[in-house]
């Protein structure tokens, strides 16, 4: 009987036996079936995760961020304990315990699940498991997934140290509102670094893994608060936090930047704007769209952000001036439905969704509002995020649309979408509110440092929210008469001198479209005339004459060595500036002129830094050789050796320089610049005003506006180059010595200075004085030839109206016949520029 007994046992007791055999060995099979071909977990220990790029100021202020997926890394050091264990209570209470996978966890789900018959089914992924999901794995619920998921959890568990694992958690979760990661997270919700969490904001944080989109702080907060309030009790039973901290923090109320109770990170940026999207669009360029957007770069700008902010007002400002003087409404075009405005909730709420700008300052802020109300006398206003107050009435008084012709009902509609700014009285107290709207008349400005070529401000229209066409970097327009400088140069370097006299007279041209008649701006010619006199006074003829007797092909290539063009056209219109080129080139271009001739590699960026610091472009390139040199005297500068080649001689830079220097104090810009330190510069203005211009700079800044229509037509008889572009430049340059000053322009060693009579060039002796003496720069050491007359090889004939000695075309004021004020050129006809242009 004992032997039947113990047989039976040692039967059930082999077949048990063989049944774990076969158990295990079918689990074997399994995990050696699913672990062949598996990614390598090895490669998480070089996890390189995208993350935010940001671009700083000069000042180190963070300016603007660019990325796909918002991402501040962290390293797990610098993790708070608590935001790790708030996270480990809500997913993986065992996580410092396991070996990747929890046993008991899925046993439990799946009991769980059979027990309610497959009703309830809930994860039993570890943190370690997730890392493998998130990381290597798809995010199917298949069971082949989840058996691949615990043998690379276990792989991994060998390989990094828990923290580790941890920190590949923390950075890589996604938890809502596009943020990755717990510091993004926790700047998005709380606007806080993660050093600054309390204990039951740490536990929202680690509600969000299970479904952010579940636990909305806004449209799910009851939900998002139990769940909460859930993690807080997990911390309590796992020994993180005691009674009387989980009793208070249960207590504490769901605040967050959805919900209004903080400023939203962004609130502290400034709005983007044409200087930090061209560095996008430029580092983009250069290191590739995927890095600039992912790589985690520290980009050092070289905006100076006072100059920005008055290089876009001065623009602004001449680019309203212009509009409100054609008396024109077109406001938003943009009209809210009738239903909208049945009551403040609806109508603010429809005006938070209209798609117009909101980065408009010009003379303080510009609020988007709607109409509600059109009577006679005055039109009943709502502002967006604005409430109305007894200071401060929404309403908009006849007066104010004193520069249009028609009424309220004529020129508003209910419902429409409106700016509007505050006017204020002198003492600075609300006086009403002002209808404004966007010009369509658009423009560029760009101001760099001359030496280094650090772009200090650009501003690339009206309004970036508006329009974010650059039209400093990316708009390609004639430069017109602006041009005319590199002719000159060209001319100087090829052996011309100052006192080299160009015929100014008509000129007839046989080309392939006809016989072409190029004209000076006052249909008025000089006869003979030094060199000097045809930049001042901006004349065409001479212009195209001197082009034709030193050869396209010379001008083309100085052209391109200014980086002016990559390949410009020899044809001789294209002297006169009808080739398109941008803002941008012109400027650093200019800037060459102001440096003595060396090359400028013009920048927005002084250095770029990776994710780890290492500084991966450095926009200045030279060393200094004296700076560690303690026994340097204080007295002395450290020597710093430059490393820009010549793209022209230093004795041509300063009289083309000098000779722009006339165009500012009395040639066609004497009008409109008048600044405490010396300033040349250049106006254009092409066929029928398309396009306007002024480029200048002083001893350390080029700076140089553009105005015109997006889709190119006339600005009308009033527009110049210097009476619409030189008031911005005014106003920038006033603003930019106070800050950095400036000087005489630098003389170069070879200069010998001998008085010429700018109207003739004669020669004049030393101690003459008076308005038509000019001391001219000839290289020494070269014999300076007076009397040589150039004439291009057309003819001259004599029955042509000239200028007297000493008179100069100046833009004079005038009223017109609408009762407007205009300037107009002293001797212009219909139809003519005063300026100079295209012909």
């Known amino acids: 009987m004992l032997r039947l007994i113990l047989s039976f046992f040692g ?95 899925i046993a439990a789900a799946m009991y769980e699940a059979v027990q309610t018959r497959g009703a309830t089914v809930r994860g039993a992924s570890t943190i370690t498991q997730q890392v493998m999901k998130n990381f290597l794995l798809s995010g199917d619920r298949r069971i082949e997934r989840k058996i691949k998921e615990i043998i690379l959890a276990t792989r991994i568990e060998g390989t990094l140290e828990k923290d580790d694992i941890l920190e590949l958690y923390l950075n890589e979760i ?48 009851d939900r998002l608060k139990e769940r909460r309030d859930f993690v807080l009790e997990e911390m309590y039973e796992n020994g993180y936090i005691d009674k009387a901290t989980y009793e208070s923090e249960v207590e504490a109320p769901l605040l967050s930047v959805q919900n209004g109770d903080f400023e939203p990170f962004s609130a502290q940026l400034p709005p983007r704007d044409y200087f930090t999207d061209e560095i996008r669009r430029q580092l983009s360029r250069d290191f590739g769209e995927g890095e600039f957007f992912t790589g985690g770069l520290t980009v050092r700008a070289t905006i100076d952000p006072e100059l920005q902010e008055e ?41 938070e969704e209209a798609d117009v700008a909101r980065d408009i300052v010009l003379n303080g802020q510009w609020f988007p509002a709607v109409i509600l109300e059109i009577g006679d006398q005055q039109m009943r206003i709502g502002l967006d995020r604005i409430r109305e107050s007894e200071a401060e009435p929404q309403i908009v008084p006849r007066k104010d649309i004193g520069w249009l012709p028609g009424n309220f009902q004529q020129t508003f509609e209910k419902g429409e979408v409106v700016y509007v700014r505050r006017l204020l009285n002198e003492d600075g107290s609300f006086a009403r509110w002002s209808l404004r709207q966007v010009p369509e008349v658009q423009g560029g400005f760009v101001a760099m440092d001359v030496n280094t070529g650090r772009v200090l401000a650009m501003q690339g229209g009206f309004s970036y929210q508006h329009s974010v066409f650059n039209r400093a970097t990316q708009a390609q327009r004639q430069p017109g008469s602006s041009f005319k400088p590199f002719v000159y140069a060209a001319a100087l370097d090829s052996g011309y001198s100052p006192a080299t006299i160009v015929v100014d007279a008509p000129i007839e041209i046989d080309t392939p479209q006809g016989l072409w008649r190029p004209k000076n701006s006052s249909n008025r010619f000089y006869g003979p005339t030094p060199l000097r006199t045809g930049i001042e006074q901006s004349r065409n003829l001479m212009t195209i004459r001197l082009a034709q007797e030193v050869g396209m092909d010379t001008v083309a290539y100085y052209a391109e060595r200014f980086g002016v063009y990559d390949r410009m056209g020899a044809f001789l219109a294209n002297s006169l500036g009808s080739e398109e080129t941008t803002l941008y080139k012109m400027v650093s271009a200019y800037a060459m002129f102001a440096n003595g001739g060396e090359q400028v590699r013009p920048t927005l960026v002084d250095r770029v830094q990776d994710r780890y610091g290492k500084t991966v472009y450095r926009h200045d390139p030279r060393n200094c050789e004296e700076c560690d040199d303690p026994g340097i005297a204080r007295n002395l500068s450290p020597k710093i050796t430059s490393d820009r080649r010549r793209v022209m001689d230093a004795v041509t830079a300063y009289q083309i320089t000098s000779m722009m220097q006339g165009v500012v104090d009395r040639g066609t810009a004497s009008g409109a610049i008048n600044l405490p330190i010396p300033i040349a510069g250049k106006t254009g203005t092409t066929n029928d005003a398309r396009d306007v211009w002024f480029v200048g700079f002083s001893s350390n800044i080029a700076a140089g506006c553009y105005i015109g229509y997006d889709q190119p037509r006339g600005l009308g008889p009033n527009a110049f180059g210097s009476t619409m572009c030189g008031p911005v430049f005014q106003a920038f340059m006033s603003k930019a010595i106070e800050k950095y000053g400036g000087a005489s322009f630098r003389v170069p060693e070879e200069c010998e200075f001998i008085n010429i009579d700018r109207f003739t060039g004669a020669r004049l002796p030393e101690g003459t004085y008076g308005d038509y003496v000019v001391p001219e720069c000839f290289r020494a050491g070269e014999e300076a030839i007076f009397g040589l007359l150039f004439d291009g090889g057309f003819g001259m004939g004599s029955d042509f109206d000239l200028f007297a000695a000493g008179e100069t075309e100046q833009v004079r004021e005038v009223t017109t016949s609408t009762g407007n004020t205009g300037q107009v050129g002293e001797k212009s006809s219909f139809g003519n520029l005063s300026s100079g242009g295209l012909y």
């Open 174 to 221: 996604f938890l809502g509102q596009n943020s990755y990661g717990v510091a993004a997270a926790a700047q998005t919700y709380f606007n806080k670094s993660l050093s600054e969490l309390a204990p039951h904001e740490a536990a929202f944080l680690a509600s969000m893994p299970k479904a952010p989109s579940d636990f909305h702080p806004v449209r799910q907060k």
């Open 311 to 351: 290089a876009a007002e001065a623009l602004r400002r001449q680019l309203e001036i212009y509009d409100r003087g054609l008396g024109k409404w077109r406001g938003t075009e943009i009209i809210l439905p009738q239903e909208a405005l049945a009551s403040e909730e609806a109508w603010r709420a429809a005006l």
């Open 11 to 105: 039967t059930i007791f082999s077949l048990a036996t063989l049944g774990v055999v076969v158990v295990a060995v079918s689990i074997g099979a399994i995990f050696h079936v699913y672990g062949r071909d598996l990614p390598s977990h090895e490669s998480l220990a070089n996890y390189a995760p995208p993350t935010i790029s940001r671009i700083y100021s000069g000042e180190g202020v963070i300016i603007d961020e660019f990325a796909r997926e918002r991402r501040l890394f962290t390293p797990a050091e610098d993790i708070p304990d608590l935001v790790k264990q708030a996270f480990i209570s809500a997913e993986d209470k065992n996580f410092y315990n396991h070996k990747g996978y929890d046993a008991r966890g």
